[in-house]
Antibody, heavy 119, light 106 residues
Framework: QEHLQESGPGLVKPSETLSLTCNVS????????WNWIRQSPGKGLEWIGY???????KYNPSLESRVTISVDMSKNQFSLKLGSVTAADTAVYYC?????????????WGQGTPVTVSS | EILLTQSPATLSLSPGERVTLYCRAS??????LAWYQQKAGQAPRLLIY???NRATGIPARFSGSGSGTDFTLSISSLEPEDFAVYYC?????????FGGGSKVEI
């Protein structure tokens, strides 16, 4: 059964880099698109970006200057790095597969991991 | 970016009732609209994609319709497990965006 699990620090200091990993099990990371999405009380659900297993990426322009998404096929996982974080980056971060052959449908999702930006 | 406006923000209903939720896009997204359900403490779950296609395992009481800028999600007869927040998401243009959500409460 397919399962996505986010992991990473729950607390990040302002101006530092947020780093999260999504471990994928039950399906090969090859041949799919993989997304990061976040949810905060202030901004709701916000798409961060995707990576294709080949390494091609697309990011939300609002975050593009600070975001890097990468894939590690040997570990069947993909990762998110968000630099120069501020309190506005405090959110629950989700990873999700591109469903139904599309990069832009999110199915299924990981359970989410909360990240707080604070000194 | 395309703005999605959902209404109503909150709806108070009883099990067995029919519910219709609305999502309006600031510009046409053709039929490229999806609906998600989110229960408290859980990740969203895909219900409907491309306006009217039910995702795998989604009960037939859920249905979607619309195209262009106006879309609806209907639940024919509310079950206790349907009380949740519902979000629309467009994939007609980049960046992908979500609506603010509609909460269906008892």
């Amino acid at each position: 059964q397919e399962h996505l699990q986010e992991s990473g620090p729950g607390l990040v200091k302002p101006s530092e880099t947020l780093s999260l990993t999504c471990n994928v099990s039950g399906v090969s990371i090859r041949s799919y698109y993989w997304n990061w999405i976040r949810q905060s009380p202030g901004k709701g659900l916000e798409w961060i970006g995707y990576i294709y297993f080949s390494g091609s990426t697309k990011y939300n322009p609002s975050l593009e200057s600070r975001v890097t998404i990468s894939v590690d096929m040997s570990k069947n996982q993909f990762s998110l790095k968000l630099g120069s974080v501020t309190a506005a980056d405090t959110a629950v971060y989700y990873c999700a597969r591109g469903g139904y052959g599309a990069s832009s449908l999110f199915h299924p999702w990981g359970q989410g991991t909360p990240v707080t930006v604070s000194s | 970016e395309i703005l999605l406006t959902q209404s109503p923000a909150t709806l108070s209903l009883s099990p067995g009732e029919r519910v219709t939720l609305y999502c309006r896009a600031s510009q046409s997204v053709r039929s490229s609209l999806a609906w998600y359900q989110q229960k408290a403490g859980q990740a969203p779950r895909l219900l409907i994609y491309d306006a009217s296609n039910r995702a795998t395992g989604i009960p037939a009481r859920f249905s979607g319709s619309g195209s262009g800028t106006d879309f609806t999600l209907s639940i024919s007869s509310l079950e206790p497990e349907d009380f949740a927040v519902y979000y629309c998401q467009q994939r007609g243009d980049w960046p992908l965006t979500f609506g603010g959500g509609s909460k269906v409460e008892i």
